[in-house]
């Protein structure tokens, strides 16, 4: 693989910017705009083009309560952009000016883990105590919640259609949720797998790709095989 050109984002000059720590970047999927959580307490949309800040949400919590208000996770859809809360809340904002929509029901811990459905309307959040939550972005409605792991759920990600959902956790398993509107069944687990940092679908949930810890490689796990096998027994996604 070569790459042809390594470009730069400017992100501003002021002392604001340059003082701010910046993680969880995430990029629109338009390409014209990337977010980013900041200071742990603020989430942040820049032009692509030319590195301008486009709008700054800033969590209120932050300045009420030190800790409380922090922000350990980021996704971005067409429709909203989710950030989740050291309360166990979910921040919805509007994709297009970060405006706030609404606050999704806490569940009960800090969340280390939240992703948006790319096809459906419905979302994930993961806590630090193992459980993932599923809500309706459009309404705030609480779909389903369940125990999906013993320690903290580390990533999320969906396949585009909504029937696949992968769950990393610091228990060291990855475990593959078969999803409906308003359920989640298990389908295969995968133990032992190490320190989880993050996983991603493809949008055909045929490979799934996993970063481990300081691990300097991307482990890669085909999945048509195991789809194919899970179909003989009428556990297809």
Request: charged share 25%.
């Amino acid at each position: 693989l070569l790459l042809d050109r390594c470009e730069l984002l400017p992100i501003g000059t002021s002392r604001e910017v340059q003082r701010s720590a910046y993680e969880s970047m995430c990029p629109a999927e338009d390409g014209r705009m990337l977010w980013a959580i900041a200071d742990d307490s603020s989430v942040v949309a820049w032009d692509r083009n030319s590195g301008r800040i486009k709008s700054r949400w800033d969590n209120s919590m932050a300045r009420l309560m030190t800790g409380v208000g922090e922000l350990h996770s980021l996704s971005v859809s067409r429709q909203c952009v989710l950030a989740g809360r050291r309360d166990g809340a979910t921040q919805l904002l509007d994709s297009t000016d970060g405006t706030p929509l609404r606050l999704l029901p806490s569940l009960g811990a800090a969340l280390r883990s939240v992703a948006c459905c790319r096809n459906t309307p419905r979302i994930v959040a993961g806590s630090e105590n193992g459980v993932i939550g599923m809500f309706d972005p459009l309404t705030g409605e609480q779909l389903h919640q369940w125990e999906a792991h013993s320690d903290s759920v580390e990533a999320l990600a969906w396949n585009d259609a909504g029937s696949l959902l992968v769950s990393g956790s610091r228990d060291g398993t990855i475990r593959l949720w078969r999803c409906g509107p308003e359920s989640a069944e298990q389908l295969v687990t995968l133990t032992d797998v190490g320190e989880i940092r993050d996983v991603q679908l493809s949008s055909n949930g045929q490979t799934l790709a996993v970063l481990l810890g300081d691990d300097r490689w991307i482990h890669i796990w085909h999945l048509d095989r195991l789809r194919k096998e899970l179909g003989r027994r009428d556990l297809d996604w």
